[in-house]
T-cell receptor
Framework: GAVVSQHPSWVICKSGTSVKIECRSLDFQATTMFWYRQFPKQSLMLMATSNEGSKATYEQGVEKDKFLINHASLTLSTLTVTSAHPEDSSFYIC??????????????FGPGTRLTVL | QKEVEQDPGPLSVPEGAIVSLNCTYSNSAFQYFMWYRQYSRKGPELLMYTYSSGNKEDGRFTAQVDKSSKYISLFIRDSQPSDSATYLCATLYNQGGKLIFGQGTELSVKP
């Protein structure tokens, strides 16, 4: 299957700083990338959808000025958490989807990034 | 009402048991149904997907969709300790749509 990587895998930062998380599709071109957050023992909640070269579409309740998403190439999307606060501590997961010839256009998930804000 | 409901468990079974995991959904427009497995502190991996109603089998895993009752099931035969993980059901309206996840069921298979 296709491989999606995330970097860093975990990060600890001080309150008020900004953190950038990278999501890369390693062996396919991702026309669409998705960013999720997951709190302990809860499901994945979609934050935003981004298509290469265009602005991200944010889900209701997600602050676009706080969670900046860039999808500048077909293999890289970044999520920047600006002015992070302890309540932003969570597990952030990206997924990527390319063009598929099969009947189901699968999303491939990255391994996740654990963010802890002190 | 959540669009996809799933009992979070936890569910604990002995090795070799048959495991039944279930979800219900509210919108009859959903067409694609998936099961993901997520190990602790990892991203989800796709186990199986089904289009519309019916059964699908892959080794020890069987996925079942009953659109008339809006019910999704995953059966695991001869469960192994390595099956211990959180299992998430998910649905899609169409190929270009966004995944809608259930809460996930935490499964523990005891040796």
């Amino acid at each position: 299957g296709a491989v999606v990587s995330q970097h860093p895998s975990w990060v600890i930062c001080k309150s008020g700083t900004s953190v950038k998380i990278e999501c890369r599709s390693l062996d396919f071109q991702a026309t669409t990338m998705f960013w999720y957050r997951q709190f302990p023992k809860q499901s994945l909640m979609l934050m935003a959808t981004s298509n290469e070269g265009s602005k991200a579409t944010y889900e209701q309740g997600v602050e676009k000025d706080k969670f900046l998403i860039n999808h500048a190439s077909l293999t890289l999307s970044t999520l920047t958490v600006t002015s992070a606060h302890p309540e932003d501590s969570s597990f952030y997961i990206c997924s990527a989807r390319g063009h598929a010839a099969s009947s189901y256009n699968e999303q491939f998930f990255g391994p996740g990034t654990r963010l802890t804000v002190l | 009402q959540k669009e996809v409901e799933q009992d979070p468990g936890p569910l604990s079974v002995p090795e070799g048991a048959i495991v039944s995991l279930n979800c219900t959904y509210s919108n009859s427009a959903f067409q694609y149904f998936m099961w993901y497995r997520q190990y602790s502190r990892k991203g989800p991996e796709l186990l199986m997907y089904t289009y519309s109603s019916g059964n699908k089998e892959d080794g020890r895993f069987t996925a079942q969709v009953d659109k008339s009752s809006k019910y999704i099931s995953l059966f695991i035969r001869d469960s192994q300790p390595s099956d211990s993980a959180t299992y998430l059901c998910a649905t899609l309206y169409n190929q270009g749509g966004k995944l809608i996840f259930g809460q996930g069921t935490e499964l523990s298979v005891k040796p």
